[in-house]
């Protein structure tokens, strides 16, 4: 088939050459965008009397037949064609004839394709982000049920110190909030217009790109012709905010895998999240859990791919540039996949909070509290750890925990050691008293609960 490009050489190209070079089963994708964008185009071409009003007339009507009629499955996408902006052109010159040809003028698929592309990933970027609130208001949730269910919090993988779930779900809604500051971040400088600016070097003709920008929804412009067909800034930023979004949900599968096991038994995930094993019938597998931490690193291979291509690129255009869209639209597919199974999982999963009690008594997660109790009698912390140390190691070798040693054992390290202690170091103490901003303490939790309920008031 003779290519619609043709002039300078015959186009007519060796059909292994048309499939390397053919992008429409990655861009078909964008077909609304791209007919959106033309009839926005039309309407800026018939303003400035660039062609006709009739023809740009009959141009905005057949791309609204066309749009209608691919919405509908009346129309196929032919997988053979080009690219969806060929596709889209061909079909136009096929129902309205020579008119359809005058479409092109004053664009190229240099600034068409940066527009189709900038247009298509703010619309998901924003999906995106409505899904992400989705998942924080379901952890916001679990953290108000939870708000004084006691667990270790951990260091290093070791018991630490006493905390509340409620607070540990409320650290991962911390996280994910700012990824729905980066996705809108990032939007700001994507929603940039950049139609107008051609193959690289603007148009002769009389063009209002202000006036077209504002159709499509645009904040402005892109103000340099070069800049504005060569970036693809946007499409890393997004990629970077989508790869820090897939690590946040990776650790909080990791966490999930490890609650689950038998050695936790922290929580339990629902049978719909959660596979058997085809030889042992005792296994509940967190799989779904493992393939977002095992997908996770393919989005962060998206954005290595991107940044490749770009890195030794010169100005303006270069083919290699046509690789920009499969690992956006890949990450993209990635990350909605996995919000769409990690959101249900954690609103249906079980919390076993007499595991995580038992779990923070023999973790001696309240030896920094034992400590803390003689330094508020007076002796220095330094020489408070040490007696703390080994009133612990002590326990250890007896097979007790802090809080069933007896006072007379505890008064032989110091005669400091009253009564009080045992309210001192009982977990709940240990909990509420964490009184600092952000910390631990149920009081602390409630408030954290009602600053993150407002930030989420404030994104709807």
Known sequence: MTKMWAGRTDGITDPAADDFNSSIRIDRRMYREDITGSAAHAKMLKKQGIIPADAADHIIAALD????????????????????????EQVLTERIGEE???????????????????????????????????????????????????????????????????????????????????????????????????????????????????????????????DAVSDRDFCLELLSALSILMMHMSRMAEELILWSSWEFRFIELSDAYTTGSSIMPQKKNPDMAELIRGKTGRVYGDLMTLLTVMKGLPLAYNKDMQEDKEPVFDALDTAKMCLTVLTPMLATMKVNREEMYRAAQKGFINATDLADYLVKKGMPFRAAYKISGQITAECIASGQVLETLPLDSYRK????????????????????????????????????????????????
């Open 413 to 460: 390290y110091s005669d400091l050691f009253e009564e009080d202690l045992f309210d001192a170091i009982d977990l709940k103490t240990a909990v509420n008293t964490r009184i600092s901003k952000g910390g631990t303490s149920t009081k602390s939790v409630e408030e954290q609960i009602a600053w993150v309920k407002k930030q989420l008031e404030g994104l709807k």
């Open 100 to 226: 359809g040809k005058m479409l092109h003028t004053a664009r190229s698929r240099n600034d068409q394709v940066a527009n189709d592309t900038r247009m298509y990933l703010r619309t998901a970027s924003a999906d995106m982000r409505a899904m992400i609130f989705e998942l924080a208001e379901v952890l916001t949730e679990t953290a108000e049920k939870n708000k004084d269910v006691i667990l270790p919090g951990y260091t290093h993988l070791q018991r630490a110190q006493p905390i509340v779930f409620g607070q540990h779900m409320l650290a991962y809604v911390m996280m994910f909030l700012r990824d729905i500051e980066r996705l809108k971040d990032t939007e700001k400088r994507m929603n940039r217009s950049v139609i107008g600016a051609c193959a690289l070097a603007g148009t002769t003709y009389d063009t209002d790109r202000d006036y077209e920008a504002e159709l499509l929804g645009f904040d402005g412009l892109s103000l340099n012709s070069m």
């Open 65 to 88: 037949g066309i749009l209608k009629d691919i919405d509908s499955g009346a129309l196929v996408i032919d997988p053979a064609a080009e690219d969806i902006h060929m596709f889209v």
